[in-house]
T-cell receptor
Framework: ETGVTQTPRHLVMGMTNKKSLKCEQHLGHNAMYWYKQSAKKPLELMFVYNFKEQTENNSVPSRFSPECPNSSHLFLHLHTLQPEDSALYLC????????????FGPGTRLTVL | GQQLNQSPQSMFIQEGEDVSMNCTSSSIFNTWLWYKQDPGEGPVLLIALYKAGELTSNGRLTAQFGITRKDSFLNISASIPSDVGIYFCAGRNTGNQFYFGTGTSLTVIP
């Protein structure tokens, strides 16, 4: 595997379900990011981790819970989501301090019923 | 909050034509980036610009960092069908905040 991978690629869940999104980077980076991409809206940065420590949380509702066990893996735990949370969730990585040069994964297309 | 105004929102062009799109901000940026996103994939970095006035090329793509530091443009010359996708500008302002534009959807008609 190379680059940034995300699983699953597609996820359909009910509002009472609990699910997790997984991201893995094979680039030797030490910063990882979660973004939300909704139709016709700019990418919204959700969380930033530098060296496994969360350094940014852009007022994301608590029903989204990130976890970064090491610098190669990033999770987004989901529970009691709302239909408006349906979107493409993108993971990215970079060297810490070089937020410019982020490499993105393919995303997880999430649908909340 | 900060907004990046990207235009046009969509373009339909004939194969072989040149394409130009731009991005403007209300504040000064230190970095401008251009990404392309194919359907079902994440954005891929095309060009990064770090200095006002900088002009950088990547194959048929050319991007410039505006002298005012509040704008950037991306040109694609001699478009081909695989240029189809959504192009995003992004940038980092002097407050170290990072923003994406809303994207330009490009359709190339063979």
């Amino acid at each position: 595997e190379t680059g940034v991978t995300q699983t699953p690629r597609h996820l359909v869940m009910g509002m009472t379900n609990k699910k997790s999104l997984k991201c893995e980077q094979h680039l030797g980076h030490n910063a990882m990011y979660w973004y939300k991409q909704s139709a016709k809206k700019p990418l919204e940065l959700m969380f930033v981790y530098n060296f496994k420590e969360q350094t940014e949380n852009n007022s994301v509702p608590s029903r989204f819970s990130p976890e970064c066990p090491n610098s190669s893996h990033l999770f987004l735990h989901l529970h009691t989501l709302q239909p408006e949370d349906s979107a493409l969730y993108l993971c990215a990585s970079s060297q810490a301090g070089t937020v410019n040069e982020q490499f993105f994964g393919p995303g997880t297309r999430l649908t909340v019923l | 909050g900060q907004q990046l105004n990207q235009s046009p929102q969509s373009m339909f062009i004939q194969e072989g034509e040149d394409v130009s799109m731009n991005c403007t901000s209300s504040s000064i940026f230190n970095t401008w980036l251009w990404y392309k996103q194919d359907p079902g994939e994440g954005p891929v970095l095309l060009i990064a610009l770090y200095k006002a006035g900088e002009l950088t090329s990547n194959g048929r793509l050319t991007a410039q960092f505006g002298i005012t530091r509040k704008d950037s443009f991306l040109n694609i010359s001699a478009s081909i069908p695989s240029d189809v996708g959504i192009y995003f500008c992004a940038g980092r302002n002097t407050g170290n905040q990072f923003y994406f534009g809303t994207g330009t959807s490009l359709t190339v008609i063979p």
